[in-house]
Nanobody, 123 residues
């Protein structure tokens, strides 16, 4: 079965950390650049971070730069998003998906997308 599955979301307090996982099955994830997106209630979906197929290029939205780190483990066919110093405004459903271009030059969606995992930051 070809799919992307996100995990690792949850409820945390401001300042705490979470690590999201995006696990692929049925295809080889490192053929593609992979992005993390999020969508908060009433807001448009935004690109948060991406990593190129090679893993050598990464990009972060200004709102998460310095707090989030994207990485990939090709042996596990998984991409991760380490989120530190979480803020209330990080609350959203987080999605991972393959991107149209392998070099992470754009958040244009590719072929595969997961169902999302909820991240809630609240005291």
């Amino acid at each position: 079965q070809v799919q992307l599955v996100e995990s690792g979301g949850g409820l945390v307090q401001p300042g705490e950390s979470l690590r999201l996982s995006c696990a692929a099955s049925g295809f080889t994830l490192d053929y593609y650049a992979t992005g993390w997106f999020r969508q908060a209630p009433g807001k448009e979906r935004e690109g948060v971070s991406c990593i190129s197929s090679s893993g050598l290029v990464t990009h972060y939205a200004d709102s998460v730069k310095g707090r989030f780190t994207i990485s990939r483990d090709n042996a596990k066919n998984t991409v991760y998003l380490q989120m530190n110093s979480l803020k209330r405004e990080d609350t959203a459903v987080y999605y991972c998906g393959t991107l149209r271009y392998a070099d992470c030059s754009s958040y244009g969606p590719g072929r595969f997308r997961g169902q999302g995992t909820q991240v809630t930051v609240s005291s």
